[in-house]
Structures are given as structure tokens and as C-alpha cells.
């Protein structure tokens, strides 16, 4: 070897480091391609799908490096992969996630087998709130790479965001599983507890969270719903300061003191931390929703209402915001409206004990228009509903409307 070359080699470890792998990365694509030329009849088949193909047994054999150089040549040949993938992540990255399910689906359906086009689809459906479809997406690159624990995480908000928290659970432990280092994992694991009220887990995996990752703001928050659900509010709302200090310019954690102080009654605190949520990320519809909870409360219903309008056209699914605006129309007489909205939230959930408060109020509604026909078999629903004997208010007012009695 040339004195000179050796020296300089010598004298740069790093790019000894870089040749090196280099060349392992060559090898091992060059070997998987070689592999699949076998087993596949390249004649028929685009080599961008064979490096597809290449690629997720690369990831599903944990080697990243492989598998993210065989994904980035098959978009290299195919323009059309390239260019509807590209357009997939833009619409994600703007948060257009209507657009994203359009554009992704262009992907998946180029090529069945590019695990994440399913990933990104599903990210939108879940921000989109579609859960079901969400799932399936997510699942979808679970069978291609079974290592992606990045769809196990997704698709365990997923089952979160429908309350289904065992199988959320479910997800988040298999995703530490495969990878033990993975600090959201641990965080939305240790929130499914708290929904299951096993504070011990949570604290566990929130601490773990952490130890992980020393200024995760969200395993702060973690914490403090821990200590409020147990009463220890000093401890919570040091905890919720605490994520505020390390996410200064973030939502959330302001959306989170938020609903510390509006449970603890300091409804102009409360106020103060949704609005700052809401300057820091305007769509953030349950900011406006609970924000505009304190309006109605306050009978400022013009603020509500506005809040309201905001949180559904953010989430036109937000079956919440158009029982509360129905409530305002109540309030204000604007009784047609009204039962507009019970009837779009009555749509939009399937709860029991929620729809049997909106069907108690959409039947006093109508007997505050006088009309008692509809509102007899409305305020029938809403005590046949009545299993956990929330709403006992509701039978005297079905008594009252079989008398033609209006509600007052």
C-alpha cells in the first residue's frame, strides 16, 4: 500500500469507519438482490418492486441500513412511487390529512408491497380520527415488517383514542418488546393505565420514559395525571410546570394545566392555559372545546359558540363539540338548531350513557317547542338508556311530557 495513503488513512479513523460500511452495506444489498432475483422472475416483476420486497426483509431483519438503501433505490427507479410518496409525506408533514389518504392510497396501490405507504395512510386516519381504518393501515405494516414497532405505537393510541385500553396495552407492550429503548412506548403505555386506573404501571412507565429520554416534557405530564388522579395536586401541577419549562412553545402541556385547574375549579387559570395552547397550535380542537365548556358555564355564549364552531371544523367528527353547541342553541332558544346538533352527536357516538343524556335533553328540548310527539319517544330513548342511572332527572321530565307539561 502507498505510504502516503496509509498515512492518511491512519490519520482518519472516521473515514476508515465510513468505507467500511461502505462496503458491508453493498454486500448485504447485493446480496438480498441476488437473492430475490432467484426466487423471482424479474421478466414480470419491476426491480423497484423486488427492491421493495429486498427492503422490508432487510428492516424485518432489524438491518435499517439495508433496508433504507433498497427502499431508496426502488424510489429511484420508479418515478411514480417517488413522486406519489413524496406528495404522501408533504400532505402529512401540512397536516392535510384528507389529502394524505388520497395521495398515500396512490402509493399502496403503485406498489402493495412498500410497508410505509400503509404507516403514513394510517398516521393520517388516526389524525383524522377514523380509528378503524387506522388499525387496519397499521396492521398492514405490522404483517409486511413485523419488527415496526412504530405501528404497533400508532395502532395502540389508536385502540386508545376507542377506549379500548387492554388492547392498547397490548400494542405498546409488544413494541417494547422488540425495542426497549423506546421512551413512547413507555409514555402511552403508562397513559392507558391511568385510563385504567393502575397508577403504579403508570408511574413505572412514565418514570421509565424519562430515564429514557431526560427532557421528554409528555412523561412529565404523565406524572402529574398520576398525582391529580390521586389527590396530590402540589405534586401534579410541579410536574405539568415542569413539562411547561422543557416545552415552553407547545401545546399540550398548557392544554394540560389547563384541564388541572378547570377540574380544580381556578376557571380563569384554566382560560389563560387553553388560549395559550390554542395561539401555540391553532387546530387544536379540544383546547377550543374545553374552552368553550367555561364560556357556556359563565353564560358568555357568543365565546362558546364560537369555540364550538372552531373545535367541529377542525374535527367535524367531535361529537362532544355538537352536543355542547346544541346546548348553547338551548340556552339562547334557537331550539330547531338545537336538535339539529343532539342529532348529529347522537350520529357520531356510540356510547350509551353519552347518548342517553343527548336523547334526556334533545326530548326537553322539544317540549320546550311544544312538540310532544317527538319529544315523548326522544325522552323514552334517553331513560331506556339510562343503565348507569346518571340521568334519573329524565323520567319525572317523560312523566311531565305524557301530560303535555313542557320542561321549564
Known amino acids: 500500500m502507498n505510504s502516503d495513503f496509509k498515512s492518511k488513512i491512519q490519520r482518519y479513523p472516521r473515514l476508515i469507519w465510513m468505507i467500511k460500511r461502505t462496503l458491508i452495506i453493498g454486500v448485504c444489498v447485493g446480496v438480498s438482490y441476488l437473492t430475490l432475483l432467484w426466487l423471482a422472475d424479474t421478466r414480470s416483476v419491476p426491480l423497484s418492486n423486488v427492491l421493495v420486497i429486498a427492503g422490508n426483509k432487510a428492516f424485518s431483519a432489524r438491518n435499517d441500513s439495508v433496508g433504507t ?3 431508496n433505490l426502488a424510489l429511484f427507479l420508479n418515478d411514480d412511487l417517488n413522486e406519489a410518496s413524496d406528495q404522501c409525506y408533504s400532505d402529512i408533514t401540512r397536516k392535510e390529512y384528507e389529502l394524505a389518504v388520497g395521495s398515500c392510497s396512490k402509493v399502496i396501490e403503485i406498489d402493495p408491497n412498500y410497508a410505509v405507504g400503509y404507516f403514513r395512510r394510517g398516521y393520517a386516519y388516526l389524525y383524522s380520527h377514523q380509528y378503524d381504518l387506522a388499525i387496519a393501515d397499521f396492521t398492514n405494516d405490522i404483517e409486511i415488517i413485523p419488527i415496526a414497532t412504530r405501528s ?29 429503548k423506546e421512551a413512547q412506548a413507555y409514555l402511552n403505555r403508562g397513559l392507558a393505565y391511568i385510563q385504567k386506573a393502575q397508577f403504579e404501571l403508570a408511574t413505572s412507565d412514565c418514570n421509565k420514559a424519562i430515564e429514557l429520554e431526560k427532557k421528554f416534557w409528555n412523561a412529565y405530564t404523565c406524572i402529574g395525571l398520576v398525582f391529580m388522579s390521586q389527590g396530590k395536586y402540589e405534586l401534579a401541577l410541579s410536574n405539568f410546570d415542569k413539562a411547561i419549562e422543557l416545552a415552553p412553545n407547545t401545546g399540550n402541556p398548557y392544554f394540560v394545566r389547563g384541564s388541572f385547574y378547570d377540574v380544580q375549579g381556578k376557571k380563569d ?13 391553532i387546530n387544536y380542537g379540544t383546547a377550543y372545546f374545553n374552552r368553550g365548556v367555561i364560556h357556556v358555564a359563565q353564560k358568555e355564549y357568543d365565546l362558546a359558540f364560537s369555540d364550538f364552531n372552531k373545535a367541529i371544523n377542525i374535527d367535524p367528527t367531535y ?10 342553541f338551548a340556552d339562547t332558544k334557537k331550539f330547531s338548531d338545537a336538535i339539529a346538533d343532539y342529532q348529529r352527536a347522537i350520529a357520531l357516538t356510540s356510547d350509551t350513557d353519552a347518548n342517553s343524556y343527548i336523547y334526556c335533553v334533545e326530548g326537553v328540548t322539544y317540549t320546550k317547542m311544544g312538540n310532544f310527539e317527538a319529544a315523548i319517544p326522544a325522552l323514552e330513548q334517553g331513560v331506556k338508556l339510562n343503565i348507569m342511572n346518571h340521568y334519573d332527572w329524565c323520567k319525572p321530565v317523560l312523566e311531565n311530557a305524557l301530560k303535555g307539561i313542557p320542561t321549564p
Not at 404497533?152 to 400494542?171: E, H, L, P, T, V
Not at 387559570?269 to 397550535?281: G, N, P, V
Not at 361529537?319 to 348553547?328: E, F, I, S
Open 69 to 71: 438503501v433498497s427502499y
Open 319 to 328: 361529537a362532544d363539540a355538537y352536543l355542547q353547541r346544541g346546548n348553547v
Open 269 to 281: 387559570l384554566a382560560l389563560a392555559d387553553y388560549t395559550r395552547a390554542i395561539e401555540l397550535d
Open 152 to 180: 404497533y405505537i400508532n395502532r395502540g393510541s389508536a385502540y386508545s383514542s376507542q377506549k379500548k385500553y387492554d388492547q392498547a396495552i397490548a400494542d405498546f407492550t409488544k413494541s417494547i418488546s422488540i425495542n426497549p
